[in-house]
Nanobody, 119 residues
Framework: QVRIVESGGCLVQPGGSLRLSCAAS????????MGWYRQAPGSQRELVAT?????????ADSAKGRFTISRDSTHNTSTVSLEMNSLKPEDTAVYYC???????????WGQGIQVTVSS
């Protein structure tokens, strides 16, 4: 059974840093492309960053130079993390992790975690 658990969201001041983590188990997630998306109130969900099984990364323009995505896999669990620095109020959103495997219907989402950047 697939299980995905996000952690790390909270309230942080502008200019601060935060690390989000998302752990997936119950599947062969080491071969999946992993990513982070976010959705602010009244807006559509948007890409933040993705990382392939080979470590190739892709960032939204708003994330470049401030955010770093990384991944790790053990025998039973795969984890994708997002290190966020120099946070801005416009980074406030619900952040979702995603695991997707090309050429399949395997597409899994985390439950979403709130990040609020405010003084």
């Amino acid at each position: 059974q697939v299980r995905i658990v996000e952690s790390g969201g909270c309230l942080v001041q502008p200019g601060g840093s935060l690390r989000l983590s998302c752990a997936a188990s119950g599947g062969f997630f080491s071969v999946y492309t992993m990513g982070w998306y976010r959705q602010a109130p009244g807006s559509q969900r948007e890409l933040v960053a993705t990382i392939t099984r080979n470590g190739a990364t892709n960032y939204a323009d708003s994330a470049k130079g401030r955010f770093t995505i990384s991944r790790d896999s053990t025998h039973n669990t795969s984890t994708v993390s997002l290190e966020m620095n120099s946070l801005k109020p416009e980074d406030t959103a619900v952040y979702y992790c995603n695991f997707i495997r090309g050429n399949t219907n395997n597409n899994y989402w985390g439950q979403g975690i709130q990040v609020t950047v405010s003084s």
